[in-house]
Structure formats: C-alpha cells, structure tokens
C-alpha cells in the first residue's frame, strides 16, 4: 500500500492512539501524553511512518481546538463569564505582560538577539497550550476548582491577545522584508479595506455572532430538531462551527476564540447539550490527531545535536513562566496547592507559538536555525506538561501543599471512613446538611474537590477532604463499602449522574440522597433509577408561599397542610412526567396534572373554611385570644 495514502496514514494514527493510549493510562500518565508519545513513536525520529506530513496534519488538527473552545463555551453560563471578567483582564493580562518583559530581556541581554526578535521571542512564550492544559484539567476534573478557573481564564486571554500580536509582528519586521506567515492568520479578505474600516469589519464579525446566537440560531435548530433527523442535527452543528471558524480567520480573528464566544451564547439554549453531545466526538478525535501532531513534530535530530542547549532552554522557559505564574496565584489569594497547580498547568507554551514563529520567520524577524530551535523547544515543553502535572501531583503537593488528598494509603488512617454517612459536596447546599447531621452526633465522611473550599472547613473545624467523589477508588479508600448512605449535594448536573452511575455499579447496597437543580434535572436522575432526589428550590419555594398566606391573615396550620399536600402530590407528578418524552405530550400532561393539584387544594381549602379544620396555630390563638379580652 502506498504510505502516503490517506487510508494508509488513517490506518497508522488510529493504530498508535490504540497502542499508546491504554499503556499511558495504565502507567498513570494521561491521555495527551500518551497522545503525544504516539506521535513521537510514528515520526520521523523513530518509525518514520508519517514522513514530513507532520507540518500539514498540525494545521488539520488545530482545528480540535477550535471545537474543544466551542464545548467549553457551552459549558460557561455568561453569568460566570462576568464574574471571571477580573480574573481574566488582572490575572491573565499580567502573566502575559511579565512572562514577556522577563523573556524580552533574557533574550537581549543574555542571548544578544535584537530587540524585535527578542520582543517576538517574549510574546510567543507567553502562550500555554490550550489544548493540553484544559484537557488535562478535564480529566483530573480539576476544572471546577481556583486552579482550573484561573487556568481557564488566563488561557482566555491568552486567545485573545494572539490578535494583537499578530498585529504586532508585522511592525517588528525589518525593512524590505515580507511579513508572509504561513497564511493562515496574515492573509484575509479585509485587507483591502482602509485601518479603521477593518476595525468595524472586525467588530461588526463579534456582534454578529452575539447576534445571531440569540436570534437566528436557536430558531434554526429549532426548525432542524422538528425533522427528527439525528444526521442533520450533527451537521448543523458542525456547520455552525466551521462557518464561525472560517468568518474569524477571514477578518484575521482567533477562530478559537470566536467558536467560544459561541458556545457562551448558545450556553443557556435547550439544544445545549445535544450540540455537546454531537460535537465531542470530533472535537476528541481531532484533539488526539493535534497532539499526535505535536509529538511527531518534535525534531530529534536537532535535539540529537544539541541536546543540553535544548534542554536548557526548556528548563530556562519552565521556571521563568513557573516563577511569574506562582507569584501571580498568590497575588491573586489562590491556596499553596492551588497556585502550584496552575503553576505547573501553565508553565509551557502553547500551540500558537508554530503560528506565531512561523508568522516570525516569514517576515524575517527570526532566523530558519532559530525558529527551528525554538519549535523543539515549545514542543518539548507542551510534551512536558502532563509529566510535570503528574510530578506536582505525586511528590510536590503531598510535600508542600496542604494534605488534604484522600488516597487509598491515607484513608487507612482516617477514623471517618467508618462513618455512616458520605457527603459528596460541602457547598451552600451540603453545608446546611451536614451542619444538621453533624448538631446530631452523625459521624460523616465529605468530600469535595475545590481545595481552597476544602483549607477554609477544615480551619473551622470540618473534617473534609479533597477528592473527585465520582472515582472509584476514592470513594473506596472514603468507606463507601461500610457506609450506609451517600447524599449527592454537588452542583455539577453532569457530575453528579457519572457518580450516581459509579455508585450503582461498585457501592449497590449505598442509598443515594441526590440534590436536584430544578425539576429537570430531577428528570435525568430518576431516568438513572433515583428515587431520593431533592430539588434545591422546591422547600424553599413553599415555605414563601406558607408565609405569605399567613401575613395575608390565614392560619398558619392550614397554610402548612396544603403546603404538604401540594408537595406530595407536586413528587408524584414529577415521576408521571420524568418518562415523558414527547414536548407535546409533556405540555398536555403537564397542564392536566396541574389543574387536578389545583381541584385537590381547592376542595381542602373550602373544606376548612367550613369549620372542619381544628388544627393548633399558635399564632391565631394568641390573635383570638387578644380579640377575646
């Protein structure tokens, strides 16, 4: 067979991927370092299955990127987009301006480059990957915590000032020289236009993504949903994504950051997670083939060559970012552990350094021999990051970080695995639980995943630990086999179900108390067999009600008693409506329900207007009793 037939090369990355993937998930490694591995192992520096096609398949893959943004921003409400706007502009803008200046001056002063190629040199190597943090993040699920927040905002930024950087370059270019690049980002329809016409052609693209999100998309799939073709759905969605990609590189935007924007927008649609659910299977495909891509672009024989100067300058460009980056967490109140975590996460640089170095070379502000260099050098660096995430993991946080993690060893001497009671979760909602469990002398075992939450309980006096309820083991080494019931009181929906699922499969004699968002939520877990489900709203809800009826001058007994018959019908109605698929038919069966709740508290409440409710409130007695005197 010809090796450079499309079927040929198919056949010899899905062969590597299902080779290196289950090796370096047994050994503990990761995904994308076994990703990148099996890159390493088809390239040019070992098999050489793969030839020079490395280059070409990069810029294919990038666009893994792309989708794995458009996932994320489904996944963000824009509501915490806000609250992460200080966050991103404070933190992010810092680390890229100090990482910048301090590689700026390293390489002027120390490695005598000129100011333009030192200065090109420091705003590429302020990028991380965005690739390889978020996915190792995902799969530690450590995205929910300080660390992973920080991380994802600084990454945002990041995207976001590629954009002047690739203004910049240009400037920076000497005299006669073309700025060429590689195309991808330098070339574009709007170059035709005048300076100020570009800047509203850019900003006009941005509005109209809000725009149409809104406006235009939702009816869309909304239109496509109602043919019930699931082919169909999938290839709107992709479309969506290649269409936004293709207007962003066009006007010479991020399409990365332009296919994230939206994801924020469509993050609050009722086709959320349908469009996660079709997009994940290529955005993982094309991620694997990115970081395939990255290992087999690793040019080994230069490394052969100069091994120690290579690897001087990775570890120069580690600790330089590290020192920036762990400041920068404390400056911003994360914890020890925390900051360590985004320390290491951050501490490469990114795959937009090929764009950028390549943009470099093109216009002649770096040299063939530097440019290539320092392609080993961030490709190096990015194949690190799951090694040094894994060593801060392993050896530095048990070490230096707070020791809060719950492991297998550990937990044999942890008095509270013997407790009854499982708590996964000590937010707002398993705060008050366990408050309440804990004024009755219930012995516990809590467990959550945001360390610095974790630091502050255990100072007022909690016994909690650190940990991904969700795993197998941890919930093992926690007493899961000798507990006897586990309350669910995370906020992640997803979350929650994978643990209700790992639960039902390895703990089958645990009882599970699920905390519920809403009502639809409520649905999913008792599709996945929860009977105990508590939605977080609905006491709440009918204690205002009960208030309100009893300002108004009702008696607070009654107002109580139709409270309870409202919620035990309000739970039977909610198992009736949970196996309802149809809209149609959810709304017909919604409005019949509704109305026969209505008919039952009608007829309670005139039976108690006629005398026949004798029930004790104190509240009316004390008001009878003062009309009596």
């Not at 235009?216 to 109602?226: C, E, N, T």
């Amino acid at each position: 067979m010809d090796q450079h037939s499309f079927l040929f090369q198919a056949m010899i990355y899905l062969g590597a991927a299902v080779l290196m993937i289950p090796i370096a998930k047994k050994l503990g490694l990761g995904s994308v370092l076994g990703y990148l591995l099996a890159g390493i192992l088809i390239g040019p520096a070992v098999l050489n299955l793969i030839g020079d096609q490395g280059q070409d398949i990069m810029h294919f893959a990038e666009f893994g990127v792309v989708m794995m943004l458009f996932v994320i921003g489904l996944e963000l409400e824009p509501q915490l987009l806000w609250k992460l706007r200080h966050t991103i502009l404070g933190l992010g803008g810092l680390q890229v301006f100090l990482t910048t200046l301090l590689v700026f001056f390293i390489a002027w002063l120390g490695f005598s480059l000129s100011w333009q190629a030192s200065l090109a040199m420091g705003m590429t190597l302020s990028l991380s990957s965005t690739a390889i943090v978020l996915q190792s993040m995902q799969e530690k699920g450590q995205m929910s915590t300080a660390a992973g927040q920080s991380s994802f905002a600084t990454l945002l930024f990041q995207d976001i000032a590629v954009i002047p950087m690739l203004a910049i370059l240009p400037i920076l270019a000497p005299m006669g020289a073309g700025a060429t690049g590689d195309g991808t980002h330098g070339n574009n329809w709007i170059n035709q236009f005048p300076g100020w016409a570009q800047t509203l052609i850019t900003l006009g693209s941005v509005a109209s993504i809000v725009v149409a999100g809104k406006y235009l998309i939702r009816p869309i799939f909304r239109f496509v949903a109602s043919i019930r073709s699931r082919e169909l759905f999938t290839s709107c969605a992709l479309l969506l994504v290649v269409g936004i990609a293709v207007l962003m590189t066009q006007v010479g935007l991020s399409p990365a950051l332009g296919t994230f924007l939206a994801g924020v927008v469509l993050a609050n649609s009722e086709f959320r997670h349908e469009l996660e659910s079709d997009i994940e299977p290529f955005k993982g495909l094309l991620l694997g083939l990115f970081f395939m891509a990255v290992g087999a672009s690793i040019n080994m024989g230069l490394i052969a060559k100069q091994p120690l100067s290579i690897a001087g300058l990775v570890a120069l460009l580690i600790l330089v970012k590290g020192i920036v980056l762990f400041i920068l967490g404390r400056f911003f109140k994360l914890g020890t552990d925390q900051s360590l975590i985004f320390t290491f996460a951050l501490s490469q640089t990114g795959e937009f350094a090929f764009v950028l170095f390549s943009f470099a070379s093109g216009a002649g502000i770096l040299s063939n021999n530097d440019t290539q260099f320092m392609v080993a050098v961030v490709a190096i660096s990015m194949a690190m990051t799951p090694l040094l995430m894994l060593l801060n993991e392993k050896l530095i946080l048990p070490v230096t970080g707070t020791r809060i993690f719950v492991n297998e060893k550990e937990a044999d001497h942890v008095p509270e695995t013997d407790h009854p009671v499982i708590i996964a979760g000590f937010g707002h909602f398993g705060n008050t639980v366990g408050r309440y469990l804990r004024v009755h002398g219930i012995g516990m075992t809590i467990l959550d995943h945001d360390s610095d939450r974790v630091d502050l309980l255990r100072k007022l006096g909690f016994n909690v630990y650190y940990g991904d309820a969700s795993r197998h083991d941890l919930l093992h080494a926690a007493g899961a086999e000798r507990a006897r019931l586990m309350i669910i009181a995370i906020d992640n929906p997803e979350k929650r179900l994978e643990m209700i699922e790992t639960v039902k499969k390895h703990f089958p004699h645990l009882r599970m108390m699920v905390r519920s968002r809403n009502r639809f939520d409520a649905y999913e877990q008792m599709n996945a067999g929860m009977m105990h489900v508590y939605r977080e709203t609905l006491d709440t809800a009918l204690r205002v009600g009960v208030d309100t009826l009893h300002w108004l001058g009702h008696r607070r007994y009654s107002a109580m008693r139709t409270a309870r018959a409202f919620r035990k019908m309000d739970e039977e109605n909610l198992k009736k409506l949970s196996s309802i698929r149809e809209k149609e038919q959810y709304i017909l069966t919604a409005r019949e329900l509704i109305e026969e709740l209505e008919n039952v508290l009608r007829t309670d409440r005139n039976s108690a207007s006629l005398g026949q409710d004798h029930g004790w409130d104190e509240d009316s007695l004390i008001r009878e009793a003062g009309k009596a005197q």
